[in-house]
């Protein structure tokens, strides 16, 4: 069956230092992968997205890679600022047609 | 103006109760979906629908009926809820299926609490 996974045991980082987040699959073979932040009480936010044929992607202090061979998805949040706690959800879709699966999600706490 | 909005934000009721929740979109998407969050933040789709055709069904009991009466509205009714049904609500909606990025856009969500 097909399966996202994320680091369920939060993470806590410095002010200042780089998170890195980790997006596991199996028994897909997504054309794209999507990365969203979820605060407490709120709806996920749609940052950012890689496709396929795309090995990085970067967004301000945001870096997304995409290894379609590991099946795996790395979430780099540089210069992390304590704005930047929060939950930071994966999510595949097959095609433009197929549904969005998410992953559970990884908790990241950056302290002063 | 909010993007999507959903109602109510908070809803406690007894078990054996029905309820609805409410969705607008106002960003002219096509398609729009309800989502289930539990108690372990885990989002499962749960319907999709695309200019009024349902085109996702996952396995949901059938206590669960979502109704679509213009591609800017989806709502929810719950008949006889039970203990399990407890969960966050999320509406979404992106554009149409085929075309952009398929990002979703979520709602605040509506927290459903069955005593």
């Known amino acids: 069956s097909q399966k996202i996974e994320q680091n369920s045991e939060a993470l806590n980082i410095q002010e200042g230092k780089t998170a890195t987040l980790t997006c596991n699959y199996t028994?897909?073979?997504?054309?794209?992968l999507q990365w969203y932040r979820q605060d407490p009480g709120r709806g996920p936010v749609f940052l950012l997205l890689?496709?396929?044929?795309?090995k990085e992607k970067r967004k301000e202090r945001l870096k997304v890679t995409f290894d379609t061979t590991l099946k795996q998805s790395l979430f780099h949040i540089t210069a992390s600022q304590p704005a930047d706690s929060a939950t930071y959800l994966c999510?595949?879709?097959?095609?433009?047609?197929?549904?969005?699966?998410f992953g559970a999600g990884t908790q990241v706490v950056v302290t002063p | 103006d909010t993007a999507v909005s959903q109602t109510p934000k908070y809803l406690v009721t007894q078990m054996g109760n029905d309820k609805s929740i409410k969705c607008e979109q106002n960003l002219g998407h096509d398609t729009m979906y309800w989502y289930k969050q539990d108690s372990k933040k885990f989002l499962k789709i749960m319907f999709s629908?695309?200019?009024?055709?349902?085109?996702i069904n996952e396995t949901v009991p059938n206590r669960f009926s979502p109704k679509s009466p213009d591609k800017a509205h989806l709502n929810l009714h719950i008949n006889s809820l039970e203990l399990g049904d407890s969960a966050v609500y999320f509406c979404?909606?992106?554009?149409?299926?085929?075309?952009?990025?398929?990002?979703?856009?979520f709602g605040e969500g509506s927290r459903l609490t069955v005593l």
């Open positions: 999510a595949l879709r097959p095609d433009s047609w197929g549904k969005l699966q």
């Open positions: 028994n897909y073979s997504p054309a794209y």
């Open positions: 629908y695309n200019n009024k055709e349902l085109i």
């Open positions: 890689i496709r396929e044929n795309e």
């Open positions: 979404a909606s992106s554009q149409d299926r085929g075309v952009g990025t398929g990002e979703l856009f």
